[in-house]
């Protein structure tokens, strides 16, 4: 079965720079486009960025546009997020999702908590 | 990149019915055929329960139902079950390979 399990989220200080991880397995990762979605505490899902199935086009979210980038290794089965000048209205769990034929996220991961502080 | 509109809070007693809200504008919700809705437990990965307004997965139960009108679509659950209380989120496609939730709705099942 699908499943997507995110990793590399932890705490850095205001301006700092993390990278998330997400490993794939259970589905023909290069076949799908991908998604990163957050949700910071007591707040709802963000959409934030989307990456084509072959990685030849990358979507984001005004909010971290020119800060966040979105990767993806197929030959890997994984998905990346760079995140750099980070903010303290970035701390957030950070999901992964698969996107489904549908214009849907049909299968999401656990998240990762990302704690922006000084 | 607007937040969609849903009401912060609906709640049903077991057995009764609740609609969820979801506003959006032309440029989404009423844009396109492409709102899908999610249950989220705490703690948990988020579920999709619609997709394409008014499609179910397999293995969600057919007491969860969609609908769309204008720029407004809803979610609709019937015979509530304590199982159900979560939160619910709906979501849209909104072009140029982009999309946007809405702030989110917390079912009580009283």
């Known amino acids: 079965q699908v499943h997507l399990v995110e990793s590399g989220g932890g705490v850095v200080q205001p301006g700092g720079s993390l990278r998330l991880s997400c490993a794939a397995s259970g589905f023909t990762f290069s076949n799908y486009g991908m998604h990163w979605v957050r949700q910071a505490p007591g707040k709802g899902l963000e959409w934030m960025a989307s990456i084509r199935y072959d990685g030849s086009n990358k979507y984001y979210a005004d909010s971290v546009k020119g800060r966040f980038t979105i990767s993806r290794d197929n030959s890997k089965n994984t998905l990346y997020l760079q995140m750099n000048s980070l903010r303290a209205e970035d701390t957030a769990v950070y999901y992964c999702a698969k996107e489904g034929a549908n214009r849907d996220l049909d299968y999401w991961g656990q998240g990762t908590l990302v704690t922006v502080s000084s | 990149q607007s937040a969609l509109t849903q009401p912060r809070s609906v709640s049903g007693s077991p057995g009764q019915s609740v609609t969820i809200s979801c506003t959006g504008t032309?440029?989404?919700?009423?844009?396109?055929?492409?709102v899908s809705w999610y249950q989220h437990h705490p703690g948990k990965a988020p579920k999709l329960m619609i997709y394409d307004v008014n499609k179910r997965p397999s293995g969600v139960p057919a007491r969860f139902s969609g609908s769309e009108s204008g720029n407004t679509a809803s979610l609709t659950i019937s015979g509530l079950q304590t199982e159900d209380e979560a939160d619910y989120y709906c979501?849209?496609?909104?072009?140029?390979?982009?999309?946007?939730f809405g702030g989110g709705t917390k079912l009580t099942v009283l």
């Open positions: 979501c849209s496609y909104a072009g140029s390979y982009t999309w946007v």
């Open positions: 032309s440029s989404d919700v009423g844009g396109y055929n492409y």
